[in-house]
């Protein structure tokens, strides 16, 4: 029926909205660090002002709740070349305390960079969307014009081939070592662009920023992903209206269902009341009869809709049958992700506004008079 059919739309939205803002935060924050650390005078995104990697904070950033990593990187406008093509990237060098687990779960071909402390790496990790513009495999060879005067390059060898689904970010990014940038920019060993910070999942990005502000050095500016990725995740924001209006329909949907339901029922028991009220039962009496029945089916269609629904989320979370285009929705199947917290009070609040529901209707009870309704036919 409708109300079964409601809870079971309500759970799945519930689940395809918080999976959706969750896959997409975390592929984000895999792009670019939840957290990042820079020198005040970088102006912008390809440049930067160099950093002494050698600070004492460290320890104190680790030590803040929900943590997990931090690491050292540098960025770099250039141009990719090959024989025949050309194609402007942004490089992001990275050391050997890099956490790979992202783009290792995104790897489509070859492997990973081989960076570690001793020797500078020749490695370098591109996204699908360059191997195809620049027709390269794993193995490809492929010069890195930097962007600068006088202009360098180096040689490096495509160790690897990755593919996130996040269009912008997976069109011009690029993984090399660290040391590449600190040599074309006259950098130190121990000279970086910025530090990065892991987050642990789930933990409060806003609340760990305060705090890694108030620790760094007063030269250094701590930004989160929330600011510096607003257009992401006010988009993800959006998805949380939408939710709610789709719930309140719903709701609304269900209400009128059970109102109509419970209508019925006291239509087709007319002479039952009538009989009642002569026997000396009062109207609040007859009314619980008739609310507690309609609440029955309420639960009951709150079981069936959530067996349903939930049994159709852990489906596709298992098997993703459901496709999206990546291109459009960065990701390429319908993610799942079920809060059973938002799960219960969804349940908890449709069982609370169809009881506030059936208040007024059950008032009709009252207007039976006995005697006209036990001749009801």
Same mark, same amino acid.
């Given at each position: 029926?409708?109300?079964?059919?409601?809870?079971?739309?309500?759970?799945?939205?519930?689940?395809?909205?918080?999976?959706?803002?969750?896959?997409?935060?975390?592929?984000?924050?895999?792009?670019?660090?939840?957290?990042?650390?820079?020198?005040?005078? =970088?102006?912008?995104?390809?440049?930067?002002?160099?950093?002494?990697? $050698?600070?004492?904070?460290?320890?104190?950033?680790?030590?803040? /709740?929900?943590?997990?990593?931090?690491?050292?990187?540098?960025?770099?406008?250039?141009?990719?070349?090959?024989?025949?093509?050309?194609?402007?990237?942004?490089?992001?060098?990275?050391?050997? /305390? +890099?956490?790979?687990?992202?783009?290792?779960?995104?790897?489509?071909?070859?492997?990973?960079? $081989?960076?570690?402390?001793?020797? *500078?790496?020749?490695?370098?990790?591109?996204?699908?969307?360059? #191997?195809?513009?620049?027709?390269?495999?794993?193995?490809?060879?492929?010069?890195?014009?930097?962007?600068?005067?006088?202009? @360098?390059?180096?040689?490096?060898?495509?160790?690897?081939?990755?593919?996130?689904?996040?269009?912008?970010?997976?069109?011009?990014?690029?993984?090399? /070592?660290?040391?590449?940038?600190?040599?074309?920019?006259?950098? !130190?060993?121990?000279?970086?662009?910025?530090?990065?910070?892991?987050?642990? =999942?789930?933990?409060? &990005?806003?609340?760990?920023?305060?705090?890694?502000?108030?620790?760094?050095?007063?030269?250094?500016? =701590? *930004?989160?992903?929330? !600011?510096?990725?607003?257009?992401?995740?006010?988009?993800?924001?959006?998805?949380?209206?939408?939710?709610?209006?789709?719930?309140?329909?719903?709701?609304?949907?269900?209400?009128?269902?059970?109102? =109509?339901?419970?209508?019925?029922? &006291?239509?087709?028991?007319?002479?039952?009341?009538?009989?009642?009220?002569?026997?000396?039962?009062?109207?609040?009496?007859? @009314?619980?009869?008739?609310?507690?029945?309609?609440?029955?089916?309420?639960?009951?269609?709150?079981?069936?809709? $959530?067996?349903?629904?939930?049994?159709?989320?852990?489906?596709?979370?298992? +098997?993703?049958?459901?496709?999206?285009?990546?291109?459009?929705?960065?990701?390429?199947?319908?993610?799942?992700? &079920?809060?059973?917290?938002?799960?219960?009070?969804?349940?908890?609040?449709?069982? &609370?506004?169809?009881?506030?529901?059936?208040?007024?209707?059950? $008032?009709?009870?009252?207007?039976? #008079?006995?005697? !006209?309704?036990?001749?009801?036919?």
């Amino acid at each position: 029926c409708i109300r079964d059919r409601g809870i079971m739309m309500m759970s799945i939205s519930l689940s395809i909205v918080n999976g959706f803002q969750a896959e997409i935060e975390r592929k984000v924050s895999g792009m670019n660090a939840p957290i990042t650390i820079t020198n005040y005078k =970088s102006r912008h995104f390809l440049e930067q002002t160099p950093i002494d990697k $050698n600070r004492e904070f460290k320890d104190e950033i680790l030590e803040i /709740d929900g943590v997990k990593h931090f690491q050292v990187y540098a960025n770099k406008g250039l141009i990719l070349k090959t024989k025949e093509d050309n194609y402007g990237a942004m490089a992001k060098g990275v050391d050997s /305390d +890099f956490d790979w687990s992202f783009f290792k779960e995104h790897l489509m071909h070859g492997s990973l960079p $081989n960076i570690n402390p001793d020797s *500078t790496s020749n490695d370098i990790l591109i996204s699908s969307h360059i #191997a195809n513009k620049l027709a390269l495999k794993e193995g490809g060879k492929l010069y890195l014009f930097f962007a600068q005067q006088p202009p @360098r390059y180096r040689k490096v060898n495509v160790s690897g081939i990755y593919q996130t689904g996040l269009g912008e970010l997976d069109e011009r990014l690029v993984l090399i /070592d660290l040391r590449h940038i600190q040599k074309v920019n006259d950098w !130190e060993s121990n000279l970086v662009g910025g530090f990065e910070i892991i987050l642990h =999942s789930g933990a409060d &990005i806003t609340s760990i920023d305060d705090q890694v502000y108030k620790v760094i050095d007063n030269d250094l500016i =701590s *930004t989160s992903i929330l !600011e510096s990725r607003p257009d992401i995740f006010n988009w993800l924001e959006l998805q949380d209206v939408n939710v709610i209006i789709i719930i309140g329909l719903l709701i609304a949907v269900c209400g009128i269902d059970i109102i =109509s339901a419970l209508l019925i029922l &006291i239509l087709e028991r007319t002479n039952m009341i009538g009989i009642l009220k002569a026997l000396g039962t009062n109207n609040l009496s007859v @009314r619980k009869i008739f609310i507690y029945n309609a609440i029955y089916l309420v639960i009951q269609g709150i079981i069936w809709g $959530n067996i349903f629904g939930l049994g159709f989320a852990l489906l596709q979370k298992k +098997f993703k049958f459901l496709k999206l285009p990546q291109e459009a929705y960065f990701i390429d199947n319908v993610p799942i992700e &079920i809060d059973w917290l938002e799960l219960f009070l969804l349940n908890a609040g449709t069982i &609370i506004c169809c009881l506030i529901m059936l208040i007024l209707p059950s $008032n009709l009870i009252a207007r039976i #008079a006995p005697s !006209e309704a036990i001749r009801f036919q």
